[in-house]
């Protein structure tokens, strides 16, 4: 349970109890309560516009969006993707019968490392399925070139990457679709859900059949679709979190800088500070110790015994879980940049009440100064 003075690695975003309550009133009116409700209808509508995307379907979490855009696709065989990521990425990808093939990181954004890609390719791979990691954009244009190239789909899980741009384009409009989660802990949140985004408007009525047990209309079924639909009062809390959104972010903004201002140019702290080509979310601050006079498990324990709770986020590796152990192909050796960082990265707490008092305190035990 949350005590007082802990800090949490993220804390989630809500409006007023008044905002929310206000929302969902006319919830108990109509009595719809799910299955594309007007609810759903406005979030995506509203979150067309804000993402600027042509096209999106709505989730019950960023998971089973995944899993329904690779069914939608009807990937086979071989999937290029990357082992830095949280479970869900790899999880969707093997749920469906496919087989990730893991292609190592740059050093220095944590993105697919590119020229490593082509070598993994052979004539059973359908997809690359990159992760913009901690809301860093992966190198898109090198990857779209590979796949026209092979003609592979890219699916981009696009999870920390709400509302990031890169040179001015919004992150769900690369590649063939862009997967979102809403989950509680991210920088919008529905609660749970998801979403997923696409360029192509054929790929968008077999996502809302597959979301809905793969009902056409009242008396055709023509896909084998599970549930994955969100509902009610998860677009509700959408809707009023996306008023916020932009002053969440500034909020953030304002602590992800406080952060980078203490710990840049430290001797054996690595950071990854967006370039000029992405404005930002904001969602995470990724500390990597790299022979820092600590290492990265010593900075968790300093900072856990003053009630601070710092996330190995990603950590272990997807490839090294106990679930995957004996696999063939599984073998994190042969993603050495991936195990390297994996083994000293460490997400700092980061939202937007963090408040920069909080985050110096953070600074000094790093860097043990009081
Ligand atoms: C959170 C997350 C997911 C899964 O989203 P849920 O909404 O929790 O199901 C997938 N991929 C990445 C990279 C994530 O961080």
Aim: one cysteine or more.
């Amino acid at each position: 349970m949350e005590n007082n003075n802990a800090i949490y690695v993220t804390r989630s975003s809500i409006p007023s109890y008044e905002e929310y309550t206000e929302e969902i009133r006319d919830i108990w009116e109509s009595r719809w309560l799910t299955n594309m409700g007007s609810k759903h209808i406005r979030l995506e509508g509203d979150l067309k516009s804000y993402l600027q995307t042509p096209y999106i379907t709505l989730f019950a979490n960023g998971h089973l969006a995944l899993e329904t855009v690779f069914t939608a696709m009807n990937l086979t065989g071989e999937v290029i993707t990357t082992p830095f990521t949280f479970s869900s990425t790899t999880h969707a990808i093997v749920r469906c019968g496919l087989t990730p093939v893991f292609c190592d990181i740059n050093p220095d954004d944590y993105t697919i490392d590119v020229s490593k890609i082509e070598c993994l390719i052979t004539p059973k791979t359908s997809a690359i399925v990159p992760v913009h990691v901690y809301g860093n954009i992966c190198d898109v244009n090198s990857i779209q070139k590979i796949a026209d190239k092979y003609n592979l789909k890219v699916i981009y899980d696009a999870a920390h990457a709400f509302a990031v741009e890169y040179k001015g384009v919004s992150s769900a409009n690369f590649g063939d679709a862009s997967t979102f989660s809403f989950h509680a802990t991210k920088v919008f949140n529905t609660i749970e859900g998801g979403a997923v985004t696409s360029k192509n408007s054929g790929l968008i009525p077999i996502l809302n059949r597959l979301k809905n047990f793969g009902i056409q209309d009242e008396e055709n079924v023509t896909h084998i679709g599970g549930n994955a639909k969100m509902n009610e009062f998860q677009a509700a809390m959408g809707i009023c979190n996306l008023r916020h959104i932009d002053a969440e972010i500034a909020k953030r903004r304002v602590i992800f800088d406080r952060y980078a201002e203490r710990l840049c140019g430290i001797p054996g702290i690595k950071l990854s500070i967006p370039n000029g080509d992405i404005k930002s979310n904001y969602a995470y601050f990724p500390v990597v110790f790299d022979r820092y006079r600590y290492s990265r498990d010593e900075i968790v324990t300093k900072l856990r015994a003053e009630n601070i709770f710092a996330r190995k986020y990603f950590y272990p590796l997807v490839s090294d879980f106990e679930c995957y152990r004996d696999r063939a192909g599984f073998d994190s050796s042969k993603t050495p940049v991936a195990k390297y960082i994996a083994d000293s990265v460490l997400t700092l707490p980061l939202y937007g009440d963090l408040g920069a008092d909080q985050a110096d305190r953070i600074c000094d035990i790093i860097l043990e100064k009081d």
